[in-house]
């Protein structure tokens, strides 16, 4: 008969990649406002199977209170109170196995909460977590609305790589994501049939204006026609749409074994546009698809092993 | 007798390089929540000299509270609405003439603040607009809670630029700032006698543990040796702090005519250790003294004009 350790064993742990960690005796996860000696952090997140994690923390807890109504673990009117409300750099909210958690806005705002999500799944001996990424994102030739799933998170020179500058030198890192995650995200949607997603490329900025090719930041110094055809060659390399965390999002999770997917709701054809000129309830309406996709693909995972 | 308008030309205002804003009918300043159509920016932010920026929402919520007792300009206890409630990607707050608003962590994120902060200073055509970020650091070779006021931003290789991306293409821009202001700001801290302040380098990162050579973060190649050669390497060159906004910060601000300083109060010495171990009460203290500084400098600016 299997023991737990056993059990343990076939199960899919995060990883760290750090040998000075084990030497720390207390480990302090300075932005959760959260520490290994001040908290549980087993007790607190050992259950979690899935983690969202989105750029504004307004809409993660409306996440949560969304994915608390349609798993029916909690009644949907409960209070969910923000589990880093010591700090107000990110937001976490958790009901049963779903965490979700707000990650601000650009690769090294995400990669900071990312360094310390991956050391809280660790201590709290997390196993066969699934994380997503729920955002949103500029879209290439999609109707505004689309989700795209990505298939390959690429850099502003399409080209499927992060790079991470370490003692002054920089480190090229993967991209990849979990395609087999993708499909079945694309599946879900295709149960729901309430909204159009696709999988293709997703390029990461740095920059939301010049870095992205907008036309209206403070500065511009290309034309109208420059800006066409680079994003003609970003959609002819696959780029479906563009957002600014991707990048380090695949890079950090393949890197810590956790299954990744990034699904993004595109706001706008850049083709046509660089500004938000949508109404609020509009663009409103398009930032839940995303929500909605993921809460049915985790409900379909906990209904398929009975936990639901 | 000078007019109004030639009262104007010898003004400074805030540049924007972007033949395209004409043409805009509407400028939306999305991460704000305000726009061109949608509020008169001139009656809201005309009168805006002092514009303080920093990554927290509730320090800079904080922070217009405590200048607005110092400056006398409101009762102390009035309340200071946020003038972005609309969205929670940035706070921002007014009193008189000075603005505070919030940047989140990392360059992407304060430069997309930044383009649209800008913007606005420029639709309100605002004159003569000092800027000054006021944040947190880690320090090299300095007790913690000493000031930093940054004489020149450098990045991991102790470099004086910022890499912006452009079309795919790299541009490299200046990250000087303004020496006088600087200065200023350190005779400010010898008035008041309240903290060490010093005018260092501050190198700019992209990452808060590998791209700060932290031994914490959720992986780590390198050791304690690497790290302490890579800091020492740093603190030579002149580096005093390192923080994550200043390259861009001091880019963006000198391509629009901003006259701009960094004031970043150290919350622990790298040398030393990577965590902060110190209490909430050490470090809140420490996180008010740039906020003191700034105060000081615009309260001796503003009787030194007459309007305070």
Excluded at 163 to 175: A, D, F, W
Excluded at 208 to 216: I, K, N, S
Excluded at 223 to 232: G, I, N
Aim: aromatic letters at 8%.
């Amino acid at each position: 008969m299997a023991t737990d350790d056993d059990k343990k064993d076939m199960c899919s742990t995060v990883h760290v990649h750090n040998p000075h960690l084990d030497a720390l005796k207390d480990d302090i996860l300075y932005h959760f406002n959260l520490g290994t000696s001040t908290h549980d952090l087993q007790a607190m997140f050992g259950d979690v199977k899935f983690v969202c994690v989105g750029g504004s923390p307004r809409r993660m807890k409306l996440f949560i209170e969304y994915i608390a109504g349609e798993l029916s673990f909690e009644d949907q009117k409960s209070e969910f109170p923000n589990i880093c409300a010591g700090t107000d750099r990110y937001a976490m909210y958790k009901v049963g196995p779903v965490l979700s958690v707000s990650h601000g806005m650009g690769i090294p705002s995400i990669s900071i909460m990312l360094h310390e999500l991956i050391k809280l799944l660790h201590h709290a001996q997390c196993t066969d977590v699934t994380i997503m990424r729920i955002g949103t994102s500029g879209g290439l030739g999609l109707e505004p609305g689309t989700v795209v799933v990505t298939k390959e998170s690429v850099d502003a020179s399409f080209l499927p790589k992060f790079e991470q500058v370490i003692l002054g030198k920089t480190v090229v890192r993967s991209t990849d994501l979990d395609q087999c995650l993708a499909d079945e995200l694309l599946q879900c949607s295709k149960d729901l049939g309430l909204f159009d997603t696709v999988i293709g490329k997703t390029m990461c900025t740095m920059d939301f204006y010049e870095g992205q090719a907008r036309l209206d930041g403070a500065f511009c110094s290309y034309s109208e026609k420059d800006k066409q055809e680079y994003l003609a060659k970003a959609y002819q390399s696959g780029v479906r749409n563009i957002e600014m965390e991707s990048s380090v999002f695949a890079a950090m999770c393949k890197l810590s074994g956790l299954r990744a997917a990034v699904v993004c709701v595109t706001l706008l054809d850049r083709h046509k546009g660089d500004q938000l000129t949508s109404s609020h309830e509009v663009l409103h309406n398009y930032q839940q698809r995303p929500q909605i996709l993921v809460a049915h693909f985790i409900k379909k995972m906990l209904n398929a092993s009975g936990q639901s």
